[in-house]
């Protein structure tokens, strides 16, 4: 190990050796070699002059001199260039000051027109149209050379233009600078980072301190200040309206993007939403290093990428050494400057791949976050910490104070501070980690020769092609690479793996030694930059229940090619590679097929996730019906739910099917199978205003596949009690953890009204739905109105918590929920298996289906209305007497009288119910009335797909998707949730199935 040449910060000696061995493997610049940052004092430059006032504001608004550092207690003072107090009226962080994003653009904007140094870029915008932008902040000659120094990054980020030559891509970076992006404010009740980032764009800009010049002379700092802009601007208002209303409550951000609030960093897989693709693609046309996301939710600072186990295991193992070498530079330099309660490590595990952070770990870059205290908006306030946060621990030895007066100042000192001071370490090391760049890089190209596996394959598959297009458009949003096989290919199989002692039963046929795809099949090779994204979503993933992580902190699985439905095939054989295949540079130009002449068209259902959007499309323009059993046709074959079209124009259909990626297929004359009318019913979604994110990942899927819908508040269900004459069907999609209670119940009362309206103070609030005061909920008078609603032939669709409501409710007689003893379920994907194929909800499934289950709800049925215990063969324990402990024990004296032989149901079926057990029984639901269970869990040995299960016996064979009678209407729960974070697209024909099948679900 040759450490002398390193190019390593003193005092952090203990990553000597991992960055060793990232540069172990090429020869280092003499650049290299001579970037030390040992030496940095981050003084200040004494002949530079300070803006006087501003630095006397920032002393004032910080609430004890130990909570700022001295590269941030001053601001350097420039002649042209207009300081953050220019837009603000105050310095950044001031109490009771709160900028909209509007406001922090024009900051950015006069900023850029004043200094050389500093450029603003419209990266995109949000999904209600309002801008995002990217700042970029360096020496005058980095940005004017900015393209350049991009084509020459752009080279190491695919290291097939260099043929993998170490020796060019060292060339290259000796003469390249990196790019570190900050974003802020993805979390819109998290409110610091805008301004802290206007002042670090000032400093970066306009200080002379030797540092600052090294930083902005080495390297690219590119910001995007507002991430969810949306809900920014809604956070404002919010603000403004508490600052009006003094000694009130103020509402909770209900709304904050127009779909989802905490869950916009949850999306950095299925890439759903505007910010998503907007930071992402920034990020990639930078050809960034590294993508650092600010939040705050802990106090005073955690840099949590180096966080706890376990760790992702699709990342380059460089990537978790390099999360240690920045944060311990960057901590040690936090406890330097003698600012409390500054660490790394924490508990936050860096297993999910969803976080906006990981698409620079998945992107060949370096992830990093920070959480830091905050206020929730501007003002000053006495904060109290909990044990858990003040606690002296072995990572944090100096922790935050027990009870701290904190100001938004504070929390701006400590995100500028720890971002200089990063940036710095960066600049200095910037030449070692553009190398870890290029061989992160390298190796994601070189992953079929290492750990595998050489491809995905999506196998070309009419019954699957829908679907694939979802998933294949992820992947395109990831930048990933997709191949389609010219020609027929062959590999070979690795051996099925086979459980401890279990041996083949004789007789079985020997596993399949190889599989063939035909022509047309998509190939995700492995060998491309963007191999680790792929890999990471197309793989399943396992959590040890026996991990020493208890606790996991998102989703323990999430194995897309299951999700999606999408039959995904992991290729080891790296013989694939050299199979036939072409680009495909574009999956909207993959053409369409053919449409014939007509006059009748039958799209076979294989649980399409856009059949309803055709249906709709088509209302009013066409004769559609669903076939009731299969049928043959001109000598195709179709399935039960098949959608029969006539009477339709055929342009029309042929740009229709184009646009929804569905199939048709023309004949002749009207098919002979019993058919009922496609409905386009009425729908409207029923909301809490307790909370709107998990409900909003089913409006996003609705919005995409254009089903139209109303929107309704439980308020508003309240107060209408004809919902009927209205909508025929009503979405009650999972509130998000809440009570029965509270669904009813609301808020409690005491206290002031909180209104979501808008107003001129609240210009952003109230747009997406409005109500004078959150507090009252859904009421007995609400709930009466649902129950009215069904009874008169509604559908009701409900999912995981409001499932759980309509059974506590009474509109789901026969249905209960399996108690949950002591399994373990975080968010993983479970086998299930369809009972009643015939059910019009399980319309084009074949089989099994891959169900998202947060947090193992399962179901029971029964022939009665309550849910007492009915002995079984399972549960009967025979008595002392005769004969071994199967055997029937013999009264004597007397002939055998053999009794009955108890029920032996399966645990996804109801008891079945002897005379006695039914005779004069008031609980007992009529036949026609029994929930029909369509899908059930698998059973244990094949339950886990995906993610951790312990103690799944509550789960396994047991309903999981069940239709229940309540009048002459229905209600469908599900216990898992089958419209997620747009990552169960498999499940979503489920939903839509029971919607254009509607009148037909008994
Ligand atoms: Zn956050």
Redesign the pocket.
Known sequence: MTSNNLPLASGARFWALSAAMAVATLTVPLSVSAQDSGTETFQRDPKQAIDETYTEHIKKYTTAPALNSPLTDYLPASKSVPSPAKVLGDVAGASDVLPYAEEVYQYFRLLAAASPRVKVFTIGHTEEGREMIAVAVGDESLLTHAKENGARLAQLADPRSLELDDAKAAALISRSFPVYYITGA??SP?TGAPTALMELAYRLAVDDAPYVQYIRTHLITLITPVVEVDGRDRMVDLYKWHKAHPGQNWPDLVYWGHYVG?DN?RDAMAMTLELTRNVLNTMLDWHGQVLHDL???VPFLYDNTVGDGPYNSWIDPLLTHEWSMLASDNMARMQGFGMPGAFTHGNFDTWSPGYLMFLAAFHNGISRLY?TFGNGGADTEKRWLSPEEYSRTWYRPNPPYPTVVWSQRDNNNYEQTALLSALSYFAHNSKLFLNNFYLKSKRSVEKPANGGPAAYVLAQDDRYANRQMELLKVLALQHVEIHRLTQTAKVALPPPPRKDGEEPKPGTPPPPVSQTFPAGSFVIRMDQPFSRIADALLDRQFWSPQDPQTEPFDDTGWCFGDLFNAQVSRVTDNGILAAPMSLVPDLGQIPAPEVGPGPFYVVNNSAQVSLASLVYALQGAANLSVAEENFESDGHKFVEGSLIISGVDASKLRSLLRQFHLAAVSIASQPSAKVHPAAAPRIAFMHTWLSTQTEGWWRMAFDKLQVPFAYLSTQAVAKEPDLRSRYDVLIFAPAGHVSGQQIVDGLPMWGNALPWQTSSLTPNLGKLDSTDDLRPGLGEAGVAHLKDFVRQGGLLITAEDTAEFAIEEGMAPGVFVSPRKDLKVVGSVLNSALVDNKHPVAYGYDGAVALYSADGLAFTVSNLTVNYHILTAKDYKRPTGRGGPDDEDVPQGRPFEKAPPLPAPKPWQAVPLNEEQERNNPFLIPAEYRPQVILRYADMKDLLLSGMLENGDSVAEHPAVVVAHFGNGSVLLFANNPVYRGETVGSYALVFNSIINFGHLK
């Open positions: 993805i979390h998290e905490h960093n939040h705050e939710s959480e």
